[in-house]
């Protein structure tokens, strides 16, 4: 829940969100549409725990985020943010996020994640290298395919919060269309391979400037200037006048056959 919360940088006195007032329940899939600068990623980075609020509340369970262990916190979360890094190190590595990854739990989030063709072309499987730093034999990846690893790497987390800010930015059409398709599936609890602490549906985050690729979340945001404009499924936002609308006619032409 976001109880009236507003936030402004340091220093400055202008707001970036504005009293904002919204709650969202366990295994909800979400997705938070507008223009650039609307505030959409200050929103996540708010609810991740990375800045503080400069008025209201942010709760979860009625408890506000900050009373919890910061560890703990960050465990609930799985994030791919826009500005993601992939590591030199090795590919499941990348993925587990330690050097202690569980294969098929690696094998399991490359394949959801789209990128199971790739990593079976390379010849050292998942202990190959990424980029040529450290290991002549390395592969240096496309940006795709680096994008495609932070994707696994949060399916393989398995938290039981997954948010992802423009995850499919670096995507071809094809490929964006894959991550798309297979989004139920991406946060679904223990697929193969992966683990059962997360049986449960997860509740999911999206935030994108296409509109094409929120048609499959049961409740939209639409931001605008540090407000939460609208909010409903495609089907009522298409229907009624607003900013979403106007949004989605002005991308139309990307969508025609």
């Given at each position: 829940e976001?109880?009236h919360?507003?936030?402004?940088?340091?220093?400055s006195g202008e707001e970036?969100l504005h009293?904002?007032?919204?709650?969202?329940?366990?295994?909800?899939k979400?997705?938070?549409?507008?223009?650039?600068?609307?505030?959409k990623t200050?929103?996540?980075?708010?609810l991740?725990?990375?800045?503080e609020?400069?008025?209201?509340c942010?709760?979860v369970n009625?408890v506000?985020i900050?009373?919890y262990?910061s560890?703990a916190?960050?465990?609930?979360?799985?994030?791919?943010?826009?500005?993601f890094r992939i590591f030199?190190?090795e590919?499941?590595?990348?993925i587990?996020g330690?050097d202690?990854?569980v294969?098929?739990?690696?094998?399991d989030?490359?394949?959801?994640?789209?990128l199971?063709d790739?990593?079976?072309r390379m010849e050292?499987?998942?202990?190959?290298?990424?980029?040529?730093?450290?290991?002549e034999n390395?592969?240096n990846?496309s940006?795709?395919e680096?994008q495609?690893?932070?994707?696994?790497?949060?399916i393989?987390k398995?938290a039981p919060?997954?948010?992802?800010?423009?995850?499919?930015?670096a995507?071809?059409p094809v490929s964006?269309?894959?991550v798309?398709?297979?989004?139920?599936?991406?946060?679904?609890?223990?697929g193969n391979?992966a683990?059962q602490k997360t049986?449960s549906r997860k509740s999911?985050?999206?935030?994108?400037h296409?509109?094409?690729?929120?048609?499959f979340?049961?409740d939209?945001?639409?931001f605008?200037?540090g407000?939460?404009?609208?909010?409903?499924?495609?089907?009522?936002?298409?229907?009624?006048e607003?900013?979403y609308r106007?949004l989605w006619?002005?991308?139309?032409?990307?969508?025609k056959?």
């Amino acid at each position: 829940e976001f109880d009236h919360v507003s936030f402004s940088y340091p220093g400055s006195g202008e707001e970036v969100l504005h009293d904002l007032c919204l709650r969202f329940d366990t295994g909800e899939k979400l997705a938070i549409v507008g223009k650039n600068g609307s505030g959409k990623t200050t929103f996540i980075k708010l609810l991740c725990g990375l800045y503080e609020v400069t008025e209201g509340c942010i709760r979860v369970n009625g408890v506000a985020i900050w009373e919890y262990d910061s560890d703990a916190w960050t465990d609930l979360l799985a994030v791919v943010f826009q500005d993601f890094r992939i590591f030199a190190f090795e590919v499941g590595e990348n993925i587990a996020g330690s050097d202690k990854a569980v294969e098929a739990r690696v094998w399991d989030a490359l394949e959801r994640a789209g990128l199971t063709d790739r990593a079976e072309r390379m010849e050292q499987g998942l202990h190959t290298c990424v980029g040529k730093e450290y290991d002549e034999n390395g592969v240096n990846f496309s940006g795709g395919e680096r994008q495609k690893m932070a994707i696994a790497r949060v399916i393989y987390k398995d938290a039981p919060f997954v948010i992802m800010d423009e995850p499919t930015a670096a995507l071809d059409p094809v490929s964006e269309y894959e991550v798309y398709a297979g989004f139920d599936r991406m946060i679904e609890g223990g697929g193969n391979g992966a683990s059962q602490k997360t049986a449960s549906r997860k509740s999911a985050l999206y935030i994108s400037h296409r509109l094409a690729s929120c048609r499959f979340c049961q409740d939209i945001l639409v931001f605008d200037g540090g407000r939460v404009v609208q909010r409903g499924s495609h089907e009522q936002l298409i229907g009624e006048e607003g900013l979403y609308r106007e949004l989605w006619n002005a991308q139309a032409q990307y969508y025609k056959r």
